[in-house]
């Protein structure tokens, strides 16, 4: 029988175990039962080394003697200790710092960033990660917000949309582009900014851009005695929509509705014939 030698050995009849180190709980019952033994858990520790649920150690130990129909008392593995990093982020590094000692983890190196979520001096992240597992008395490096990154702001006032927006984008900020008609500002350049009096702004805030539609109304121009084509060019160059339908190509203009001269909003439909 397996472990027989083990037994009836030493001063008081005591019986020798085995080393149970390593086994499960289970394993380690059914190699003193078949001494005649029994077993208990006295203590469940963490291990760097054996896994969760067997044997570190028992008492008495692998070699030690126990009396015939005694108990092998066992201390069980509850696998690595492992501390969750708590959220520290919004934190100030005093009290980042509490909340990790409080978990029995020290704060490590202090870095800076910039942040558009955190105001400065307070936490973004940790190093490891926020929610990462860690061992017990590891360091966190904390990083701490320097605020929004600030970024030069020109006034592109008189300058194009496509250069504003260009060079607005470029720097990280946001663009809202609006539309008005401007009858001193030529179609496509800027009319105003918002904000405009400021020359820092914070990356990723907006800027507020009014572009010329041009004006609001603009003249019919004399296009008579032009051929279609060249009249159609003329009108739809000025944003009209032209409508000549069944005019030949190169059929001269002899009708214009609304006539030349005639003050019209910008998109507006005009027929040649």
Same mark, same amino acid.
């Given at each position: ?14 019986? #020798? ?8 709980? !289970?394993?380690?019952? %059914? ?7 029994k077993?208990?858990?006295? *203590? ?6 054996? $896994?969760?649920?067997?044997? /570190?150690?028992?008492? +008495? ?31 100030? /590094? &005093?009290? $980042? ?5 409080? #978990? ?7 870095t ?6 955190? &105001? ?13 597992? #860690? ?13 929004? &990154? ?8 008189g300058? !194009?949309?496509? *250069? ?20 001193? #500002?030529?179609?496509?350049t800027i009319?105003?900014?918002? +904000? ?8 990723g805030?907006?800027?507020?851009? /009014? ?9 019919? +121009? ?6 279609k ?6 009108? %739809? ?5 032209? &409508? ?10 002899t009708?214009?509705? +609304?006539?030349w ?11 040649i014939?």
């Amino acid at each position: 029988m397996a472990f027989s030698w083990f037994k009836i050995s030493g001063p008081g009849n005591k019986i #020798v175990i085995p080393s149970l180190a390593g086994m499960t709980q !289970t394993q380690a019952a %059914e190699a003193v039962a078949i001494l005649g033994l029994k077993t208990d858990i006295t *203590e469940q520790v963490f291990s760097e080394d054996v $896994a969760k649920g067997k044997v /570190i150690t028992s008492d +008495p130990a692998g070699g030690g003697r126990v009396a015939i129909a005694g108990t092998v008392h066992l201390i069980i593995s509850k696998g690595k200790e492992r501390i969750e990093v708590p959220d520290i982020s919004g934190f100030t /590094i &005093e009290e $980042a710092t509490s909340a990790l000692e409080k #978990v029995r983890l020290k704060v490590g190196r202090v870095t800076e960033k910039f942040s558009a979520i955190q &105001e400065a001096g307070l936490v973004v992240d940790g190093s490891p990660a926020i929610g990462s597992d #860690v061992r017990k008395d590891s360091t966190v490096d904390l990083i701490v917000s320097k605020g929004i &990154e600030q970024v030069e702001l020109t006034n592109f006032q008189g300058k !194009t949309s496509d *250069e504003a927006q260009n060079e607005l984008t470029a720097a990280g900020l946001i663009v809202n582009s609006q539309y008005e008609y401007s009858d001193t #500002v030529e179609i496509g350049t800027i009319i105003s900014q918002d +904000p405009s009096d400021v020359s820092t702004i914070g990356r990723g805030e907006k800027v507020t851009l /009014i572009i010329s539609k041009g004006p609001s109304k603009i003249a019919v +121009p004399n296009v008579y005695g032009l051929a279609k084509d060249k009249a159609t060019k003329i009108l %739809e160059d000025l944003g009209f929509v032209v &409508e000549n339908k069944n005019m030949p190509a190169k059929k001269k203009v002899t009708s214009i509705s +609304p006539d030349w001269k005639t003050e019209v909003s910008p998109g507006s439909t005009i027929k040649i014939s």
